[in-house]
Structure formats: C-alpha cells, structure tokens
Nanobody
Framework: QVELVESGGGSVQAGGSLRLSCAAS????????MGWFRQAPGKEREFVAS?????SYADSVKGRFTVSRDNTKNTVYLKMNSLKVEDTAIYYC????????????????WGQGTQVTVSS
C-alpha cells in the first residue's frame, strides 16, 4: 500500500520561500512520476510540478518553483521561491505511473496535503 507523507508547509510573506517534502513508502518509486498539485479555496485541484526523468511545471510557477527527487529516499521536493499570495493553497503530493497524463487530477496516489499560506 502506497503512503505519502508531506511536510514543510506553513505561512510566509509574499516574496518568501518554502520547501515541501514528500516521503513515499510501500513500493519502489524510481519508475513512477512524482510531483505536486494544489487546491486553493473554492477552486479545483491543479497541477503544479512533477518529475520522472525531466521536470514539468505549470506556467504559473515556472521560474519560481523547482521540483526534484531523491530516489534513494523515495522523496520528492518542491522548492518554492518568490511566493505570491495566489500560491496560497493546500499542496498535495502525488505519485503515478510514468505513462499517466501529467496534469490529470484523478491519477495515482495522494498525500494528505500540507497548507501553504502566503500573506501580503
């Protein structure tokens, strides 16, 4: 059974930085895509970033966020710089087949989420 545990969320002022971590267990994930989605209040869950061999990013975070993974630790990270108020959301870790659509919000396994709040 796959288990994903996120950490690193919190509150920060606009322009600040945070790093999220997600530790995965239950199988070997080196052949899976790992990444992050987010859901803001009143909005649908949306793709943020993910990585299998090379990283992919939503346009809204490109140049500010960096996704990376450590296969020896079954962990995926999201370094978030230059945070904006509109980045406020619950961030969810996701793992999925490398063949699954990158931005599909129904695929794979999900963590419980970690809150990121950016204030002006």
């Amino acid at each position: 059974q796959v288990e994903l545990v996120e950490s690193g969320g919190g509150s920060v002022q606009a322009g600040g930085s945070l790093r999220l971590s997600c530790a995965a267990s239950g199988r070997t994930f080196s052949n899976y895509r790992m990444g992050w989605f987010r859901q803001a209040p009143g909005k649908e869950r949306e793709f943020v970033a993910s990585v299998y061999v090379t990283p992919s990013y939503a346009d809204s975070v490109k140049g500010r966020f960096t996704v990376s993974r450590d296969n020896t630790k079954n962990t995926v990270y999201l370094k978030m710089n230059s945070l904006k108020v509109e980045d406020t959301a619950i961030y969810y870790c996701n793992v999925r087949s490398s063949l699954a659509a990158i931005r599909d919000t129904d695929s794979g396994s999900w963590g419980q989420g970690t809150q990121v709040t950016v204030s002006s």
